[in-house]
C-alpha cells in the first residue's frame, strides 16, 4: 500500500520504491530503502510525516504515493 494510507502509529517496512534513479539515491541518503522501518506519524491533506531510524521527514503525496509498504 502506499505511504499517504498506510496506518499512523505502526512500524511498517519499506517493499518498493517507485521513483527514478536520482530520486532513489536521496531517498537512499535518507534512509528510505528496500527494507527500511518507517513510522507514518502524521497526515495532512496526503502529505505525511514519518520517523525513519531516529529522524523525522515530512513528505509531500506525490512522493509519499512512489513509496510501498
Request: hydrophobic letters at 45%.
Amino acid at each position: 500500500m502506499p505511504l499517504p494510507i498506510a496506518p499512523e502509529g505502526e512500524e511498517l517496512t519499506v517493499k518498493k520504491v517507485l521513483v527514478d534513479e536520482k530520486n532513489k539515491r536521496h531517498f537512499e541518503n535518507l534512509g528510505i530503502t528496500i527494507g527500511a522501518k518507517l513510522q507514518v506519524l502524521s497526515r495532512v491533506g496526503g502529505n505525511v510525516i514519518v520517523k525513519v531510524k531516529d529522524g523525522r521527514l515530512a513528505l509531500d503525496r506525490t512522493l509519499a504515493m512512489k513509496i510501498l509498504v
